[in-house]
């Protein structure tokens, strides 16, 4: 098998210069394929009048959060800290939609001051909570229900959301007594429906059939006198793991899923692709550190870790791992692709195939984009490792590597010892 070829750039970077520059292991992630994701969407939805809500939690750096802003793209949240931080990057919230079965009224009141433009509503204690803090603040909450169609998204069963084992959502049959109740709800305009079933979806399927459940009951709220005003279809597109075998669904047949689920529908169409706009817009950059050959396999020993990219351990994940720099005359090896952390689940592959590698090369795990720094953690207290933006030749420092001060600036000795 020849050595694939090798991009030694990214969005017109040297990435060994870069590497050389910020030290890895470094989260790179291309702007113009970021902008190139949005606009690419954006033209699919042309015709629909459909809003893109990012799923923040994807990656919530501040420059993507710009990016996005920029775009016009506004954003959907899960938490107080992913609210800040995009208001901070400039995204208006009257584009902010707040999801999460666990919205602490602290939460729910900061989003409401601030002005967001719906809170997706997952469980009736949480619809009477919200109702309840905004007729305290004398304000209006718009809300959507968020409905679980119990559709299987045929992913990984750690990212699967919308059977009704899962935690999220509402059956249609409890939704139904929401909106029969509706007079009751004051301070909570309730007229939107949310569904989002999974993620890393790569077929149109489980789609078609959690949006014929949501138009279905679209049309009976509408025959019952409940106007929906919003429908939020969620995020979950899949993208490209593996370079030669995903197959990920077009753009624009899912929005032709969409309109032909929703045909006839009048209202605002709200979209919240997380992974799709970032993941393959980003590399982590890593340096082996060295080879050690085991009784049975051959470890190849790499200076990034399951600290600095989860999903391989977590989800058992695929990554394309590829040098950085192609040379075409070593000969293809298997290894076993490991981080330095201590668990035997701290690997990125298994008996992968790599053109030999030697101590000081550089390889980049693909699409990484999505869930890899925002995932991260300081476990075997390796610091965060530092985020760049990359566009069109140049480079930003994102997130400068995380200094040791940093790492323990919360911590302190058990000094002032108190009693409850
Ligand atoms: N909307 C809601 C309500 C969500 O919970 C999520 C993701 C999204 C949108 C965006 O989904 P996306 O378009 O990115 O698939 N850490 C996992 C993925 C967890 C997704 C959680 N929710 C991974 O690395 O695969």
């Not at 009736?124 to 305290?136: F, G, M, V, W």
């Not at 025959?223 to 979950?236: E, F, K, L, M, T």
């Not at 929005?255 to 689920?261: K, L, N, Q, R």
């Not at 692709?273 to 020993?301: D, H, M, N, S």
Request: proline share 5%.
């Amino acid at each position: 098998m020849p050595a694939p070829a090798v991009p030694a750039t990214l969005d017109g970077v040297d990435l060994t210069a870069l590497a050389a520059q910020l030290g890895t292991p470094l989260h790179a992630y291309s702007a113009s394929a970021i902008r190139a994701r949005i606009e690419g969407l954006q033209s699919a939805l042309h015709g629909l009048d459909a809003g893109i809500r990012y799923a923040v939690k994807a990656n919530s750096n501040l420059a993507v959060l710009q990016l996005m802003a920029a775009a016009g793209v506004g954003a959907d949240i899960v938490s107080s800290g992913e609210l800040r931080r995009c208001l901070h990057a400039g995204i208006p919230a009257d584009r902010i939609v707040f999801s999460g079965v666990g919205k602490t009224e602290d939460e729910m009141t900061g989003a409401l001051d601030a002005g967001i433009e719906r809170f997706n509503v997952e469980s009736h204690d949480e619809l009477l909570t919200l109702q309840r803090i905004a007729q305290a603040r004398g304000s209006v909450a718009r809300a959507a229900v968020r409905i679980n169609p119990d559709v299987d998204a045929q992913t990984h069963a750690k990212i699967s959301t919308g059977k009704s084992e899962n935690k999220f959502g509402v059956s249609i049959d409890e939704a139904r007594r929401w909106f029969a109740g509706r007079a009751r709800l004051s301070h909570v305009q309730l007229d939107g429906l949310h569904v989002h079933i999974g993620s890393q979806i790569l077929s149109l399927q489980p789609y078609r059939l959690a949006l014929a459940r949501v138009a279905d009951f679209w049309r009976e709220l509408e025959q019952a006198g409940h106007p929906i005003r919003s429908i939020d279809v969620g995020g979950g597109l899949g993208v490209r793991y593996r370079a030669e075998e995903d197959q990920p669904i077009a753009a624009a047949d899912y929005a032709a899923v969409i309109g032909e689920a929703l045909a006839g529908y009048q209202g605002r169409l709200l979209l919240e692709p997380g992974r799709y706009l970032v993941a393959e817009a980003g590399i982590l950059l890593t340096r082996v550190l060295r080879i050690k050959q085991g009784e049975e396999r051959q470890f190849l020993v790499i200076d990034a870790a399951m600290n600095d990219l989860q999903r391989p351990s977590l989800y058992d994940a695929w990554h394309d791992i590829v040098p950085v720099v192609a040379d075409p005359t070593r000969p293809m090896t298997r290894y076993d692709i490991v981080g330095p952390v201590c668990e035997t689940g701290d690997t990125f592959a298994r008996a992968r195939e790599l053109p030999e590698c030697r101590a000081g090369d550089l390889l980049m795990i693909m699409a990484t984009g999505a869930y890899g720094a925002s995932m991260a953690s300081t476990y075997n207290s390796r610091p965060l490792a530092a985020e760049a933006m990359l566009n069109q030749g140049r480079y930003a420092v994102i997130r400068r590597r995380q200094p040791f001060e940093e790492m323990i600036a919360g911590e302190q000795p058990a000094r002032n010892w108190q009693t409850t």
